[in-house]
């Protein structure tokens, strides 16, 4: 069966320091892979999508990196602050583009 | 981005009762809203999609008869709970994709507690 793993132990940080965070996958082949934040009580909020065929995506202090040889992506945030405190979602899609299934979500704490 | 809007944020409820949860799209519209579950700690699980004008489509294991889901608009689709037990006691969340959002970008509402008692 599809699974999608993320590390379920919370990742603690410096203020400063570039946090990143893993996403793996088995028995799946997604067309694309998205990355959301949430907070406590609060419904996702998307912040990147990578293509199957994009190694690299970057969106201001985020980037993303998508190996689908490794079945594998990486989420960086660099120079962190504590405002990034959250918990992050990755979540696989094929087929109909917007049906994305969910990772279980890291949470990451920057301490200043 | 755009935005969605969930309705109630929390909601108490007496065992057996039917409780409403709606979702709207504010500001595009919404030819597809995704129900999801997530419990304490746990991941978002999908329930249903469901479209404008035609019937949702529910995951495995999801009774369709327990969680009827209405999406009668472009800009509204609701979720109801029938006969609520204890078990159902989660946090609901919906999403929408359509002609406002790009292709695989998916905008949340802000959820929904549901506490059956």
């Known amino acids: 069966s599809q699974k999608i793993e993320q590390n379920s132990e919370a990742l603690n940080i410096q203020e400063g320091k570039t946090a990143t965070l893993t996403c793996n996958y088995t028995?799946?082949?997604?067309?694309?892979l998205q990355w959301y934040r949430q907070d406590p009580g609060r419904g996702p909020v998307f912040l990147l999508l990578?293509?199957?065929?994009?190694k690299e995506k970057r969106k201001e202090r985020l980037k993303v990196t998508f190996d689908t040889t490794l079945k594998q992506s990486l989420f960086h945030i660099t120079a962190s602050q504590p405002a990034d405190s959250a918990t992050y979602l990755c979540?696989?899609?094929?087929?109909?583009?917007?049906?994305?299934?969910f990772g279980t979500g890291t949470k990451l704490q920057v301490i200043p | 981005g755009a935005v969605v809007s969930q309705h109630p944020s929390r909601v108490i409820c007496k065992s057996g009762t039917s409780v409403k949860i709606e979702c709207r799209s504010l500001?595009?519209?919404?030819?597809?809203m995704f129900w999801y579950r997530q419990f304490p700690k746990q991941s978002l699980m999908l329930m249903a999609t469901?479209?404008?004008?035609?019937?949702?489509?529910?995951e495995q294991g999801v009774e369709k008869d327990k969680f009827l889901i209405n999406h009668a608009s472009l800009t509204l689709s609701t979720l109801t709970v029938t006969s609520a037990h204890p078990e159902d006691s989660s946090f609901y969340i919906c999403?929408?994709?359509?002609?406002?959002?790009?292709?695989?970008?998916?905008?949340f509402g802000e959820g929904s507690r549901l506490t059956v008692l």
């Open positions: 999403s929408a994709g359509g002609s406002g959002s790009r292709p695989g970008e998916l905008f």
């Open positions: 028995n799946y082949s997604p067309a694309y």
């Open positions: 990578i293509r199957e065929n994009e």
């Open positions: 979540a696989l899609g094929s087929g109909g583009y917007q049906k994305v299934t």
């Open positions: 500001d595009f519209q919404a030819t597809t």
């Open positions: 469901s479209n404008e004008g035609s019937k949702a489509t529910y």
